[in-house]
């Protein structure tokens, strides 16, 4: 059995000795460069006089300003068009050739000012207010006019950039018949479907290897868009890798939500009220980009009530056009914001009431599972109170340590959803020589799925793993696919390959009775080998594959797995952290997660994704986020953005407990996400711990 044991990942050994391909690695015969002009102003009426030849959205997308601006530009950083030359010098030298004259008209970044429509950020805009929905449930006015103890206030979660180690990037080739894309995505299909419908020619896409994503490739680009549109009408390869500030400057931003809140209690910290308003900033209104992050903002004030039993709420989302570079997911997309607004809430109440943080917790969280929130999210399985209770010696433990070294402890819990439909295939042949092959219709980009994938076909075919051979991320090779993302791949594209890996078994089983002479029913399979009962004849594996063949017995399955619904993984994370009184300075010193995701399909890989996921969470709070100036985002790189290193990596331990399953084959939950869901409440908790009152803007940074 390789399930539930820590494999080694087969997608390193390339990786590591550098031979990984990515989208720069293509090289094409008489392949040309892109490079894109791009806005300087945050709003404005634009006029391109060029000596070079120049595509703008006159020539992409005639009359609209997305993909690519035709009038008027709407961020800093929006592509206005491109130029197309040799390689990339020269593409950057003949930008200088091209001169935009402006004709600024007022802007508008805060989404709060947004609102008030006194500004339109784009002209053909009714109103700047792009979302409005209101979730409600009980009688919360009542509620809280009713309860003993009231507190109020405004947390702000900022703009965030995801930053993966690779900036996005692509390779277009029209061959005459289809347009050929290689990209830097989340997903080759739901590219291919984007740029079918946009290009309406056919479209092959392809997701070579992905340094990182990070949900900043989800949707499909506005360059991405152009290039493919430019090769299609010129008739040559073009490749377009951007540089880092302009990744940082142009790729959608993430989180950018607030939210203002009054929280009714009764005098021992049970929660009997929740009203809020919850404010996200769009950005710029890119249809492509408000699909994605509209339902991050409802998924936010959705998921506001947490692993919490709170039945009176009121909270009204508002998604609100500004003019900034669109927003998209990042990293947990939506659920962090969420989180981090019910974590510091419970800290807050913490420290108003006096009560202990785990016993506060303990009060309000869910008794049992399955649960339906007010907001009518479902909490499928698990044990709420059991998951505090294994955390308690830990917890004192922290608490210990944080006396005797004069740190403070921060602590959060959280539930999530993953597991997203609609659907995900997956596709499992094998070939005349016995070698298996599965191909699955997500799109992995750095997690190892791919190592998943291959223990789950092993383990139902009872092969060795080394007989396996995983691929995904061609749209030729699988005739369709959703993506990775939503911490879905391993329990949706897990469950797809488990069962084609169950299908090809039964084909197995009826290639060995017509090989053996005998009815399906008389024969068993076991380890590879297909075996008559009455004789005790058995073929290996081999064998069968071979007499399938001969036999003309294909054997190649696709399965369409359909999700009915999600599931929840949910956990306590908690820190000790120091605060320097005089700098102001913060350090987490050790870190502690404790999850329930349900089957672990592969303890090393989930243990890495809460390391990763927890260090973004961190640094979200102590570090990371954009720096504004007159409508324009000035920290556009690595140093001056403050990317964590593995010097700001906390010492973190993983401990894990299954209390309930996922109703997937695979019984498992999404861990993808996890860390980067709790973690940054964790630390802002423990910094407001230290202070005495609870801090509500992050980042904490010394300053
Ligand atoms: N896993 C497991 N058992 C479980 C759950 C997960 O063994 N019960 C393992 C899986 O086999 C897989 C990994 O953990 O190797 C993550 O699986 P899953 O939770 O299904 O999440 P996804 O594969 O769908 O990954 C998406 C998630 C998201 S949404 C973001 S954003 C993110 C993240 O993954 N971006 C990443 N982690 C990332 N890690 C890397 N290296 N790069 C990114 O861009
Ligand atoms: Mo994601």
Redesign the pocket.
């Known amino acids: 059995m390789y399930i539930g044991k820590p494999v080694k990942r087969i997608e390193d050994l390339n990786l590591i000795r550098g031979r990984g391909q990515y989208v720069d690695d293509i090289v094409l015969p008489n392949m040309k460069y892109v490079a894109f002009v791009r806005s300087e102003r945050p709003h404005a009426l634009v006029k391109v006089r060029s000596d070079v030849p120049f595509y703008g959205g006159e020539v992409i997308n005639p009359g609209l300003d997305f993909p690519i601006v035709s009038k008027e530009t709407t961020y800093v950083g929006q592509p206005l068009g491109a130029v197309v030359g040799r390689d990339q010098y020269e593409v950057h030298d003949m930008l200088e050739e091209v001169e935009v004259e402006y004709q600024d008209l007022p802007y508008e970044v805060d989404p709060r000012k947004a609102m008030k429509d006194e500004v339109k950020v784009y002209s053909k805009l009714d109103t700047n207010v792009g979302l409005r929905k209101e979730f409600v449930a009980g009688d919360p006015e009542k509620a809280l006019k009713e309860s003993p103890v009231v507190i109020e206030g405004e947390l702000r979660n900022q703009r965030m950039i995801?930053t993966?180690m690779e900036t996005r990037g692509i390779v277009a080739w029209f061959d005459s018949r289809r347009v050929n894309v290689w990209s830097s995505t989340?997903s080759a299909h739901f590219l291919r479907r984007n740029l079918t419908s946009f290009l309406k020619t056919d479209v092959h896409a392809v997701q070579p290897d992905?340094?990182?994503?990070?949900?900043s490739?989800i949707i499909t680009h506005p360059e991405e868009y152009a290039v493919s549109f430019l090769s299609l009408k010129l008739g040559i390869p073009l490749k377009w890798v951007p540089t880092r500030t302009e990744e940082m400057m142009s790729s959608g931003h993430g989180r950018d939500k607030s939210l203002s809140y009054k929280v009714g209690t009764t005098r021992d910290g049970v929660i009997t009220a929740l009203v809020g308003t919850v404010i996200g900033n769009l950005g710029a209104p890119y249809q492509d980009a408000y699909d994605d992050e509209s339902g991050n903002v409802l998924s936010t004030s959705r998921m506001i009530l947490g692993p919490y039993n709170i039945r009176n709420a009121r909270v009204e989302a508002l998604g609100v056009y500004t003019n900034l570079v669109p927003t998209t997911?990042?990293?947990?997309?939506g659920r962090p914001e969420g989180t981090f607004f019910i974590e510091s809430i419970m800290n807050e109440l913490s420290l108003e009431l006096g009560i202990d943080q785990l016993e506060i917790r303990k009060r309000n969280v869910v008794k049992s599972t399955p649960y339906q929130n007010a907001f009518g999210i479902t909490y499928d399985s698990g044990d709420y109170t059991e998951i505090l209770r294994k955390s308690e010696p830990y917890y004192e433990d922290f608490k210990r340590r944080a006396i005797e070294e004069g740190l403070c402890v921060g602590l959060g819990m959280y539930v999530e959803i993953?597991?997203f439909g609609p659907w995900e295939t997956a596709r499992v042949y094998v070939k005349s020589d016995g070698k298996v092959v599965v191909i699955s219709g997500?799109g992995?980009?750095?997690?190892?799925?791919g190592?998943?994938f291959a223990?789950i076909a092993a383990d139902v075919l009872e092969l060795p793993i080394e007989e396996v051979e995983v691929q995904w991320g061609d749209t030729a090779i699988i005739e369709d696919g959703i993506g990775?993302?939503?911490?879905?791949?391993?329990?949706?594209?897990?469950s797809a390959v488990m069962q084609a890996s169950q299908m090809l078994k039964d084909k197995l089983k009826q290639a060995g009775s017509k090989v053996l002479n005998v009815d399906v029913e008389e024969v068993e399979y076991e380890g590879g080998k297909v075996k008559d009962r009455g004789s005790g004849k058995a073929l290996d594996f081999r064998e069968v594959v071979s007499g399938a063949y001969k036999l003309g017995i294909p054997l190649d399955v696709t399965a369409v797995y359909p999700v009915t619904r999600p599931t929840s993984?949910y956990g306590i994370h908690m820190a000790l952290v120091s605060l320097d009184r005089e700098t102001g300075t913060a350090k987490v010193r050790d870190y502690l997660a404790i999850d329930d995701?349900?089957?672990?399909?592969?303890?090393?890989?989930?243990e890495?994704?809460i390391h990763?996921?927890v260090l973004q969470g961190v640094s979200q709070a102590l570090y990371e986020g954009v720096v504004l100036e007159e409508g324009r985002v000035v920290n556009l790189n690595v140093v001056d953005y403050l990317i964590p290193t593995a010097v700001e990596s906390p010492r973190m331990k993983w401990e894990h407990f299954t209390f309930g399953v996922s109703s997937h084959p695979?019984g498992?939950?999404?861990?993808?996400?996890?860390g980067?869901v709790v973690a940054t409440p964790v630390i802002m908790n423990a910094i407001s711990q230290c202070l005495g009152r609870q801090v509500k803007e992050m980042p904490w940074r010394p300053a």
């Open positions: 995801a993966p989340q992905v340094g990182g994503a990070f949900g490739k997911s990042y990293r947990g997309a993953t597991g997500a992995p980009h750095g997690q190892g799925d190592t998943a223990q990775t993302w939503g911490s879905r791949t391993v329990t949706v594209g897990g993984p995701v349900g089957n672990v399909i592969n303890p090393m890989l989930a890495g994704q990763g996921g695979t498992s939950k999404g861990i993808g996400e996890a980067a």
